[in-house]
């Protein structure tokens, strides 16, 4: 399966994409963090909690 010349550029934009965020994330110390999905789960109700007040107020 060979791909036409508009998906590998594509694909290369894509790539080239993450590789400049990596870049300007490192010139800054700073990265990606990896949390726990409990960790993620626990910040959602404070901001639904949020949402759904200014919704109806």
């Known amino acids: 399966m060979s791909l036409t010349v508009e ?3 594509c694909i290369v ?3 080239q994409a993450i590789v400049a965020k990596l870049y ?3 010139l800054n110390n ?3 963090n ?3 999905l ?3 789960k626990e ?3 404070p901001c639904r909690a949020l949402w ?3 919704q109806y107020d």
């Open 7 to 9: 998906e590998t550029m």
């Open 38 to 40: 409990a960790l993620i």
């Open 52 to 54: 759904y007040r200014r």
């Open 13 to 15: 934009a894509i790539i």
């Open 43 to 45: 910040n959602k109700f």
């Open 34 to 36: 990896i949390y726990r």
């Open 30 to 32: 700073m990265s990606f």
């Open 24 to 26: 300007k994330l490192s």
